[in-house]
Each structure stands twice: as structure tokens, then as C-alpha cells.
């Protein structure tokens, strides 16, 4: 069984720009969430998305955006890049059933975004 | 808008303490728990999973506890060991928000 995975490991972009961050879940998982980690605190929520579809947001601007694909993994784009984006964003899967019952969630090991 | 709190923010202990972290939330309408831990820089490894019909979970040396009535967890760590030596961080689903996590560290 293949853990969650996150590409690129490490990233250094300049304010203004964009940048897209990848995620492969967990073999059978359906769901796939985002979390930003600023340093010293716990993650926090971007959103998730559900069979390809966003099942909920948490506090970000629409700046943030994302996609699932058929195969359930994902993308986190941030446009605009602000200095205070520079974070470990972190992305977990999960198997929902059909009746939104929630699930363990695993975490990839993160990709860690400076923002010059 | 629920809130997620861990105290201590950090705790030191000597090899071989029994120590229980402390995680409270305010609204109890929560799915489950996650207990998770976290080494300095990595990814987030799950710890326990305890859903909201559940009152504890139990996984070798750790043993969580819920009780949503009173909105607390706690986390039983026996026998602590160096290698426990890390930030342990609950969180709660309905939306997934975590408290700012307990800083372990056990010394040989």
C-alpha cells in the first residue's frame, strides 16, 4: 500500500508569482485535504475536496484553489504569492463512505514553500 | 467556531515517566479525534483515531480518551522513551482544526 506522497519537497518562489503543489493519496482513498503549517503552530485548514467536487473551505482567500482528479490526487495552487504563504503545506487523504462517515487521515510528508 | 487548545505547550520528562497530554475543544458536535504526531520539519503521523460514539482508543504504550460532554482528550503515554521525543498534536473533525500542538521531549 503506497503511503501519501508530496512533490516538489522544498520550493523557493519570489512575491507575485504562482505556484502549484502536488499530492498522490493513499491508494483507495476518495477524499484529499490541504492544511498550511506556519512555524510553531498546527496546520491549518484550506480545504478539502470529495470525489473531485470541494467539500469545504476553511479561512483563505480565493487565491487558493485546487483540484482532485479521477485518480484522487490533487493540486493546491496559491496565485499572488504573499511573503506570509511561506509555510509547510501539507496535504492528507481519507476514505469518506457513502454516508460522509470520516475517516483516519493520513498526512504526506509536506512541501515546505518560501516566499522571497 | 470551534477552538482547539493543548496544554502544555511544551513538557519535559525524564525516560521511563508516565505523562498525559491534554487537548479541549469547544463545540462537541465533532465526528472524531485524531491524535497525531509530529517530528521537527516532517509530515504528520497518526497516532489514534477516536470517533465520537467512542470513549478511548488504545495502540501499544498510548491510550487516548474522549469525553465530547466536557470537550477533552487526553493522550496516556507509559513508559515514555527518547524516541517519544516530539509535538503531539490532537484535532477534531467536523472541519479538521488542530490545536497548536504539546512539545515533548524525553530525556535518557
Known amino acids: 500500500e503506497t503511503g501519501v506522497t508530496q512533490s516538489p519537497t522544498h520550493l523557493i518562489k519570489t512575491r507575485g508569482q504562482q505556484v502549484t503543489l502536488r499530492c498522490s493519496s493513499q491508494?483507495?482513498?476518495?477524499?484529499v485535504s490541504w492544511y498550511q503549517q506556519a512555524l510553531g503552530q498546527g496546520p491549518q485548514f484550506i480545504f478539502q475536496?470529495?470525489?473531485?467536487?470541494?467539500?469545504g473551505r476553511g479561512n483563505f482567500p480565493p487565491r487558493f484553489s485546487g483540484l482532485q482528479f479521477p485518480n484522487y490526487s490533487s493540486e493546491l495552487n496559491v496565485n499572488a504569492l504573499e511573503l506570509d504563504d511561506s509555510a509547510l503545506y501539507l496535504c492528507?487523504?481519507?476514505?469518506?463512505?457513502?454516508?460522509?462517515?470520516?475517516?483516519?487521515?493520513?498526512f504526506g510528508p509536506g512541501t515546505r514553500l518560501t516566499v522571497l | 467556531k470551534q477552538e482547539v487548545t493543548q496544554i502544555p505547550a511544551a513538557l519535559s520528562v525524564p525516560e521511563g515517566e508516565n505523562l498525559v497530554l491534554n487537548c479541549s475543544f469547544t463545540d462537541s458536535a465533532i465526528y472524531n479525534l485524531q491524535w497525531f504526531r509530529q517530528d521537527p520539519g516532517k509530515g504528520l503521523t497518526s497516532l489514534l483515531l477516536?470517533?465520537?460514539?467512542?470513549r478511548e482508543q488504545t495502540s501499544g504504550r498510548l491510550n487516548a480518551s474522549l469525553d465530547k460532554s466536557s470537550g477533552r482528550s487526553t493522550l496516556y503515554i507509559a513508559a515514555s522513551q527518547p524516541g517519544d521525543s516530539a509535538t503531539y498534536l490532537c484535532a477534531v473533525q467536523t472541519d479538521m482544526r488542530f490545536g497548536a500542538g504539546t512539545r515533548l521531549t524525553v530525556k535518557p
Open positions: 475536496y470529495y470525489r473531485e467536487e470541494e467539500n
Open positions: 477516536i470517533q465520537s460514539s467512542q
Open positions: 492528507a487523504s481519507s476514505l469518506v463512505g457513502s454516508g460522509r462517515t470520516y475517516n483516519e487521515q493520513f
Open positions: 491508494s483507495g482513498h476518495n477524499t
